[in-house]
């Protein structure tokens, strides 16, 4: 591990916490662009956030310390899972510290401190999106990994970095398999960032919302924490997406030149993928929380489906 | 100094006289450290053996050492140094039953586990497991006044009458017409595959009887919530790993040969235990029903690791075998810590409170910090994330989950994946159970008033949990350390060593079988999270508003709102009675909307009972019937009747 390693590993971080409200201004753009609205302007969610810091906390009288350290943990689980995804280049020092199913513990550490919290100061609407945040996460998962199963095979491996290796390095070659795991990651990322049909980003006050329902008691600098978080999330998995099922232009090891390259191929993979998003969600209506499980045992089939097809046809 | 120890648990037991609970439960803390430190020692060392001059004549006891059973002596250890620790201050202040009784009967169910982890012939082995079960079956009783208790003793004690006999059975086939006892005899027999597969299935239905493997686990969620805490707490943290270390010692050293079926069959019945478990402790509205089925669930986890380590080990895989044991093995003690931690927490919330049902607990954060704080550790670690221990484990699992596509059996590399799938949902839904657990019990406004009143634990409480606690974050932390001591065990039972691929990276990162297919590392997590957390903190700090104000809840602006507006235990776990309402017998019950005094209830009952126990219990009861027809009372019937028998018998004889 040299230093510029260890200046790369810096470079991703930081790159990715600043830009992912920028990736959620992007998506919102494209969104309203699409339904008509005269967009707000890409730089809303930077204002939304400073605005929140400079605010003071208003906390409820029992609130507890649970309630305040939760943004601060949730947070530094989203950093450290930007850390170790593949983002611009594939020898990052703390991406050994994480395969996939590592990240996946990552994404549960934090939602399950989001949940607890949102239990803490005892109201009704924040036990009700606490219960159904960890219903969608708990049916989620199980499809979320049999998404990374199919790559994993294909690569031997389940770090991140060697499945984009095998695919970036090796004959190019169609997996019929891959694309069934591709539909089935693009409907796990939207219920796991609580985007339409699963839950609505843009709902404040609605006995259906499940994430904002969490955040109800949070004010100033730990409502910005969790929005931050949050945004960082949605490009976290951006990122996993690109490095499963797009990872050409990501820089290979030693590969200096290659960065600024990759710099760019990711700006215009981003900005594709949120396109889609926003696609997907004026098109797509949201649905009862009953008919979430049906949806995500879709995701899942899909999934257990392509790696089948990887035995068969593949292997 | 193995012996030592054994000797003080010895010595505790007989002196029941003893008033004081806080001296002898000291003791027996003292005798669980130096357990923990004998097993630590021992897992590096070859096995030893040993004959003692008890027992029988001409049926001595033979005892022996090796890594595994070190293994299980120093989960013994640990956890029992802290249920003693709990005990001290838990029955100091009237944990219920006459306190003598209560302290004999403990540390023969301790120096019982003990015996049946060095026991080396069948004859001792079934000895102490019988002290052993006869030993919590008193415990588990300790309030017999209460009709209830008493029947949930009787089932436990049906449920472990029946397994003892399977066991049994095991060892009698095991033996295969030798007629000597002892386990070395038992590793040489030479026993058809025939003969091992039936030996294999009772072993499977002996030890499962005892550890809750489905459809035998119906004694543990009735066992658990009537035992005082302290009991269940080692109940239900070490026991069941009893059962786990004497069916690892049935399949991977009596039987010298496996079978790839076998395998898949405890891979099978493990699955389906988890996510039983699982399923079912979302539903509880008891806490500690809540937790036994919970450990149903990591039962069943346990048994899926032996079950992949089992096919494994069949083809001759040997290496991945180790990894699918590794994860077994870890599991094992992660239980016994997380596990023994939480009962320990619900034991200070009961004496605190008084109250067992999660309807009536909430908001004790605020009350009982230290609990809360120290079971808030517990649940991360049972929920399985990182970078507590509980992940480890699960982590380990689901490498050698990923490992099995190298089977040379295609059915196998199909239907194996599909397994990895269900155990993601059986971790996802650990999760959903123990963010219920905590925020219903720990978190919200409290449901009674009385909850206002609630104390903190005592000292001796804290420190039993703190030493749990500390056992979870440094397992969680440097896996590999510990990973290492336990190579040994890995080239006793399957003969492959983790060494290449744990000295392969550095001490921080663990790895399956090596760095390039997957590696993990749970000191950078932490590492990193701390430092985001103070670098975030100090720098918001420093540069934005710092004010903070109280001021009543916003929700959303709704104003009046009471503790019965928050989810129940009961609201929590709907969802999951929802979507898996195929799996639950659910008797509910909906008011109608112009009922005066609306009542709503709903109760769940486990389907086994129906499908299963009960048409058992009236067949033995159809057939006790027909056996009722020639017995009559009478004296003179039953004197015909030997008579008869002698004539029978005569003839026979002639």
Known sequence: MSFSHVLLQLIQGLLAVALAPLVLGWVNQCRAWLQNRSAPSLLQPYRVLLKLLRKEIVLAHNASWLLRCAPYVVFACMVLAACIVPLVATDLPFSLAADVIALVGLFALARVF????????GTAFGTLGSRREMLIAALAEPALLMVFFTPALIGHSTALPNIVETFTTGPLQLYPSMAFAAVAFIMVLLAENARIPVDNPSTHLELTMVHEAMLLEYSGRHLALMDWAHALKLMVYMAIGIALFLPWGIARPHDWLGVPLALIAMVVKLMAIGAGLALLETLAAKMRIFKVPEFLGMAFMLAVLGMLIHFLVEA | MFWLALGLFGLAAPVERGRHARLFFSLSAIGGVVLTVVGLAGLGNWPQAMVLGLGLPDLPFHVRVDPLSSFFILLLGVASAAVSVFSAGYFERGGGGDIRLVCLQYHVFLASMVMVLVADDAYLFMVAWESMALASYFLVITDHRVAEIRRAGFIYLVVAHLGAIAILLAFGVLQLGQWTYTFDAMRNAPLSTGWG?????LALIGFGAKAGFLPLHIWLPEAHPAAPSPVSALMSGVMLKTAVYGLLRVSFDLLQVQVWWWGVLALAVGLATAFYGAVFAAVQTDMKRLLAYSSIENIGVILTGVGLALVFHAYAMNLLAAVALAATLYHCLNHALFKTLLFLATGAVMHATRQRSLGKLGGLIGRMPWVAALALIGTLAIAGLPPLNGFVSEWLLFQSFLLSPGLPNSYLNMFIPIGTALLALVVAL???????????????????ESLREAHDAGMAE???MG??????????????????????IFQLMVGATLRDSLDASSWMFVTAVSPEQASYSPIVFLLVIVAVIVLGGLGLRRWFSVQRRRAPAWDCGFGKRNARMQDTAEGYGQPIKQIFQVFLRLDRHHPSPFDPRPRYHSRIEDPIWERLYVPVARLVD?????????????????????????????????
Request: proline share 3%.
């Open chain 1, 114 to 121: 989001m949940a607890l919290a949102a239990m803490d100061v």
């Open chain 2, 197 to 201: 597969a039936v030996a294999f299935l």
């Open chain 2, 430 to 448: 650990s999760g959903y159970v123990m963010v219920k657990f905590f925020g219903v019990v720990f978190l919200g406004l409290p449901r009674e």
């Open chain 2, 462 to 464: 804290r420190v039993a």
């Open chain 2, 467 to 488: 030493w749990l606690a500390a056992w979870c974050v440094v397992l969680g932390l440097v896996p590999v350390l510990f990973l290492r001591a336990l190579d040994p």
């Open chain 2, 622 to 654: 159809r057939l006790s019937a027909l056996v009722g027809v020639v017995q009559h009372g009478r004296i003179a019937v039953y004197l015909v009747y030997s008579f008869l028998t002698l004539l029978l018998l005569l003839a026979l004889i002639l």
